[in-house]
């Protein structure tokens, strides 16, 4: 898949990427993986982000109270890390998530968030 190679691509060139993903998140199938993955497992990274994704969809707390009001991203951040989860969205059925892994040191979060907005939606035109 052409589309997904470059997005993947594209994710690796964010400054401080250390992994990227695409995620079906309703099954937590990784669709495609790149670079390094947290305990060098991308099944288990793309499972908990199906997980993540899933549980903040389904809870009342997170879910907006204003019509078409859509999940953006989340942002995970540990002591040497940040973890975005950005949905893609389309006119279908919206199932996949684009993940990238980023180094807390070297990654600019604003910029990571930016450039996975473009991605997201390229994935979905290409």
């Known amino acids: 898949m052409p589309g997904v190679d470059n997005c993947l691509r594209e ?10 993903g695409i995620v079906d998140y309703t ?13 060098s497992d991308h099944h288990a990274t793309a499972a908990g982000t199906a997980e993540v994704l899933q549980a903040a969809n389904s809870r009342s707390l997170f879910v907006s109270a204003v019509p078409n009001d859509l999940l953006e991203d989340l942002i ?12 893609v969205q389309t006119d279908f059925d919206s199932r996949l998530v684009l993940y990238v ?17 473009r991605l997201a939606h390229d994935l979905v035109v290409t």
Not at 27 to 39: C, D, R, Y
Not at 76 to 87: D, K, N, S
Not at 101 to 117: E, Y
């Open 11 to 20: 994710a690796m060139a964010i400054p401080g990427a250390i992994g990227a």
């Open 27 to 39: 099954t937590g199938f990784p669709v495609a993986t790149t670079g390094a993955a947290p305990n």
């Open 76 to 87: 995970i951040t540990t002591a040497v890390g940040y973890h975005l989860l950005r949905p």
């Open 101 to 117: 892994w980023l180094d807390r040191v070297h990654g600019n979060l604003a910029v990571a968030r930016r450039l996975m907005q």
